[in-house]
């Protein structure tokens, strides 16, 4: 099914009264079209999170269409036609105010979600808007990484930006984003913020990563360790980063990448280093689906429960083929993955007389994580 989210591709619909077939039309403002409507049958099409006079939703649904309204009561839009750009989440911020991110609209669908009972919800209303959010932010996921080479990169929020690995992700994501890879991750601290911050400077001169480091490192007296997402500057740390290191003009496609966060986790402010943002209310279909679109391979930085589990996910992913194909998985950290968490011995034997096992690596060098990416052809090993 076509899906409308212009103008002009409405007015092209409406207009095209020979070969009219069903269509889903996504967050258009209709009432200055009612006329238009009220004079055709669009049976079978979809009125996605639309703004309409109530005669037209009226006549629409006797036509057999199918109209879902956003619902004022929320914060969020049910449905959204496009990812997130990250000034719409951070919609709100005052890089003077030290409580800056609290005035966010992230920050205000994150407190909205707690009191509506957070993951435990029990009113029907809620659970129904919030699928149909996490459903409209997933067909705006498909169509973002359309054609797309995309790598995922897995690893802790308690990484901290004074971490050595957190610059070796930076540098690793930085690789690959200017070899054509779309990068994603969890969207997050830690890790997953280095993710984004290579590929957001991946236009730029090497030189700038060191400076933005400079401005990010430095933590405020009496910050807790393994904890820098909640710093009250951490956002505003961020902020001045992308303030002196813009993305350069006619840059931005080489510097894309997709940060996936979840509600769930909304104590920890997603990266805004992401050029866009795909953010879920439920966790487990976040967490499938970053990992199943990373058809190009997944590389674990050193994490705690939330970075095995992945592992292990995309272990049954590869098991089964389920997305249709069989991806590289690279553990970054040989002592971290051997001897702080054992995951390896493990994951080797699972890999034993597994076709994925050829394509399984754990490794510290930097060089053969892109040269494993870069090697990786996808039809060899298609489900």
Not at 55 to 60: C, E, T
Not at 86 to 103: H, Q, S, T, W
Request: net charge negative.
């Amino acid at each position: 099914m076509k899906e409308i989210d212009t103008i002009d591709g409405l007015v092209g619909w409406l207009n095209d009264s020979a070969g009219r077939e069903p269509v889903a039309i996504q967050a258009l403002d209709l009432m200055d079209y009612s006329e238009s409507l009220l004079r055709i049958s669009p049976g079978g099409s979809l009125f996605l999170g639309c703004k309409m006079a109530p005669d037209v939703a009226a006549h629409l649904a006797a036509c057999g269409a199918i109209t879902l309204p956003n619902i004022d009561a929320f914060s969020f839009q049910v449905h959204r036609p496009q990812l997130y750009p990250p000034e719409a989440l951070f919609a709100g911020f005052d890089g003077a105010d030290p409580k800056g991110y609290e005035k966010t609209l992230d920050a205000r669908i994150y407190q909205e979600y707690l009191e509506q009972g957070g993951a435990a919800a029990g009113s029907i209303l809620v659970t129904l808007a919030r699928r149909l959010h996490d459903h409209s932010i997933s067909d705006a996921l498909e169509e973002q990484i359309a054609g797309r080479k995309v790598v995922a990169i897995m690893g802790g929020h308690s990484m901290e930006r004074q971490d050595p690995v957190y610059e070796q992700v930076a540098r690793l994501s930085r690789t690959l984003t200017r070899l054509g890879y779309l990068m994603v991750s969890g969207g997050g601290p830690g890790a997953m913020e280095a993710t984004h911050l290579g590929a957001f400077l991946a236009p730029r001169d090497d030189s700038d990563l060191s400076e933005a480091l400079g401005f990010l490192k430095p933590r405020p007296e009496g910050a807790v360790s393994g904890k820098e997402y909640a710093d009250q500057d951490w956002l505003h740390r961020a902020w001045r980063v992308m303030e002196h290191f813009p993305i350069p003009e006619g840059h931005q496609a080489e510097a894309e990448s997709i940060g996936i966060p979840t509600w769930l986790y909304g104590h920890e402010p997603p990266s805004p280093f992401a050029t866009q943002i795909a953010k879920y209310f439920a966790n487990a279909v976040r967490e499938d689906g970053l990992l199943a679109i990373a058809k190009h391979g997944v590389i674990f930085a050193p994490g705690s429960a939330g970075t095995t589990q992945e592992i292990f996910q995309d272990v049954a992913q590869n098991h089964y083929a389920t997305t249709g194909f069989i991806s590289p998985m690279i553990l970054f950290g040989t002592n971290f993955w051997t001897d702080t968490r054992p995951v390896w011995p493990l994951l080797q034997e699972v890999a034993r007389g597994q076709r994925f096992g050829e394509i399984l690596a754990l490794t510290d060098d930097e060089v053969k994580i892109i040269e494993l990416i870069q090697a990786y052809d996808p039809e060899e090993y298609r489900g």
